[in-house]
């Protein structure tokens, strides 16, 4: 039986931490007498209740560490309890929705994926949008974390290839867990407030601009405006491009350019194939939207690179009409966004480094195929792919078409239609954030769809932000088993 006491510690902290975050919102529209401070002062003190109960219970065990076993249930358990607290103030106050609807909202900010349920977000009290977009920023920041310190030791779909020194094996890891914390956040924190300061300096309104910001890092997608970034300024649809490129690339790249080592970052094969991959659709789409529209060069580019610039480092932002650009231009997309952007960020997706290497492998196989006698390596940043490597990538990549099937067949027999259906599974196992479809067209949000289909796409998130096998393993009998 695995001993869930140093699960429970660490999910107790969390929580009671998170309560304590509810303050911000709650002084938020406490001095703004909007009325709905109730809620996330009353949220606060169940969460900080509750989580340091959990904590206090469960803390005798703690310092003994995490087995491999426990490291998966703590990074499931992570995303799936404490989105119900984040959830408490939709419910106690403004929208005061069903734990449902809210439970949906906060799994789709603590995951980064932005799809969403509210309506008329502009109606919302400034407490609940800062809340939004404060769910996507401390997701965002969670899943830096687990994917530097947990994701690649646990042997996930391939990670334990995307290691640098230091991250070796478990053991090592876990004792330099706070230094690397501590340096992921300085470097997170830096980004957010640049990233608001040049929202703000290019005219977005205060307010505004922290929640965009707190959302764009995190490539969270969660805005203040039903519209998204549709009605501002020319110049803040490339900031905004930009610091979504910034917050899809590797974490520890910015951790070892901050130490003073900037070869690293621009020698990644990821971050440049990344870079390369979406400039190239960037402008092919720039271009057909050019020769079979009268649109001018400008606004076409502008368009083309920030919806998918949204779409494939997982964000969700919008502007313009960018579903009704045609088959092509979706098509595009829907690449993209399965694609995903660097392991390593708070972007999701296959992730660049895994189609590399399963790109790498094709061109291996072909090659054997018209010289057999040929030995014809696969090879990433100078290192020799082994096989156990290419044996996780190739069942992550087969799981990944799996449960997007059955996810798809799954919200359509509820009751969606299947154009819907296809781009609800595909924009939460992404965690892209992106809705489309009959059913969603009258609101621009999913709050139509059924509850067995949100369930679905609730399961959808999770699994898409923790690399699908950390999930999938938890089903195994053999999991459980001494």
């Known amino acids: ?15 009671a931490a998170l309560g304590a975050t509810m303050i911000i919102p709650f002084a938020t529209d406490l001095l703004r007498s909007d009325g709905n401070a109730h809620a996330f002062g009353e949220a606060a003190m169940i969460s900080v209740l509750c989580g340091a109960a959990m904590a ?11 087995s491999i076993r ?26 005061d929705v069903r734990l449902i609807d809210a439970y949906f909202e906060a799994v789709s900010g603590i995951t980064t994926t932005g799809a969403s349920v509210f309506v008329d977000v502009e109606e919302l009290p400034r407490g609940v949008t800062l809340w939004r977009g404060m769910l996507n920023w401390l997701g965002g920041l969670g899943i830096a974390f687990i994917a530097m310190i947990f994701l690649p030791v646990l042997r996930v779909g391939g990670m334990q290839f995307f290691r640098t020194e230091g991250f070796d094996t478990f053991g090592k890891v876990l004792p330099r867990a706070s230094d690397i914390a501590r340096q992921l956040f300085y470097v997170y924190a830096g980004l957010t407030v640049a990233c608001i300061a040049v929202y703000a300096l290019l005219g977005m309104p205060l307010f505004e601009a922290a929640a965009h910001g707190l959302a764009t890092i995190a490539t969270g997608g969660f805005s203040p405006r039903t519209t998204s970034f549709t009605d501002y300024s020319n110049a803040l649809d490339y900031a905004a491009s930009l610091f979504m490129i910034l917050g899809s690339l590797p974490y520890i790249r910015y951790v070892q350019l901050v130490q003073g080592s900037s070869r690293p970052l621009f020698a990644d094969p990821q971050v440049r ?17 050019i020769t079979t529209s009268d649109q001018d060069a400008e606004p076409a580019f502008r368009e083309s690179l920030f919806n998918l610039v949204s779409i494939m480092s997982s964000t969700g932002f919008g502007t313009g009409d960018f579903p ?8 595009v997309g829907m690449w993209l966004g399965v694609i995903g952007a660097c392991s390593g960020s708070s972007a999701a997706g296959l992730s660049v480094f895994r189609v590399q290497i399963m790109l790498g492998a094709l061109v291996s196989a072909v090659r054997r195929i018209y010289s ?6 696969v090879r990433y940043a100078g290192r020799t792919v ?20 059955f996810l798809t067949v799954g ?15 595909w924009t939460t196992i992404g965690n892209i954030g992106y809705s489309y479809g009959p059913m969603v067209a009258p609101t621009g949000t999913f709050v139509d769809f059924p509850d067995v289909a949100k369930i679905f796409m609730i399961v959808a998130m999770i699994m898409g932000r923790l690399s699908l096998l950390t999930v999938l393993v938890l089903l195994l009998p053999r999991f459980w088993r001494l």
Do not use: E, H
Request: with cysteine.
């Open 1 to 15: 039986m695995i001993d869930m006491r140093p699960v429970g510690f660490v999910i107790g902290l969390i929580i």
């Open 56 to 66: 206090l219970a469960c803390q005798n065990r703690a310092a003994r560490g995490l």
């Open 70 to 95: 426990q490291a998966f249930l703590l990074t499931a358990g992570i995303w799936l309890f404490v989105p119900l607290f984040g959830a408490l103030p939709f419910v106690i106050g403004a929208p």
């Open 273 to 289: 194939a990344y870079l390369a991959w979406v400039g190239s659709a960037v402008l092919v789409v720039a271009a057909w939207r």
């Open 324 to 331: 009704r650009w045609g088959a092509f231009a979706l098509i």
């Open 372 to 377: 057999p006698s040929r030995i014809a390596l």
């Open 386 to 405: 082994d096989n156990d490597t290419m044996d996780a990538i190739v069942l992550y990549l087969g799981a990944y078409i799996l449960t997007f099937g």
């Open 411 to 425: 919200i359509d027999l509820s009751g969606v239609d299947f154009v819907s259906a296809i781009f609800a599974a």
